[in-house]
């Protein structure tokens, strides 16, 4: 069993920092594909990053150059560092996480929610 547990959500105001984090634990290792989607409200659920075990990162477009996703594999702990929120950034935001073979159709494949594994959420809530 796989669990994916995340923690850092709050309320900021636009142009604000924050932090968001997840800790894997059960049947998973460091090799598996990391990331976050996120639900805004009224909205389906959206890739917004995901990063391999090798450092590769992929980002939504809408936030290249404002959110960082990281991960420590000792951990088995993914990070997504968010800057220069925006209103339009509100919503909850989920871990996830895939196998590696999965890298080349990562984005559409968690856009249809089809990662392997995913958390309950923590919700980010941005006011203008």
């Known amino acids: 069993q796989v669990q994916l547990v995340e923690s850092g959500g709050g309320l900021v105001q636009a142009g604000d920092s924050l932090s968001v984090s997840c800790a894997a634990s059960?049947?998973?290792?460091?090799?598996?594909?990391m990331g976050w989607l996120r639900q805004p409200p009224g909205k389906e659920r959206e890739f917004v990053a995901a990063?391999?075990?090798?450092?590769?990162?992929d980002y939504l477009d809408s936030v290249k150059g404002r959110f960082t996703i990281s991960r420590d594999n000792t951990k088995n702990t993914v990070y997504l560092q968010m800057n220069s929120l925006k209103p339009e950034d509100t919503g909850v935001y989920y871990c996830?996480?895939?196998?590696?073979?999965?890298?080349?159709?990562?984005?559409?494949?968690?856009?249809?929610?089809?990662?392997?594994?995913w958390g309950k959420g923590t919700l980010v809530t941005v006011s203008s």
């Open positions: 990063i391999r075990r090798t450092g590769g990162t």
């Open positions: 996830a996480a895939d196998l590696d073979v999965q890298w080349g159709n990562i984005r559409s494949r968690w856009s249809s929610d089809g990662m392997l594994y």
């Open positions: 059960g049947a998973i290792d460091s090799s598996y594909v």
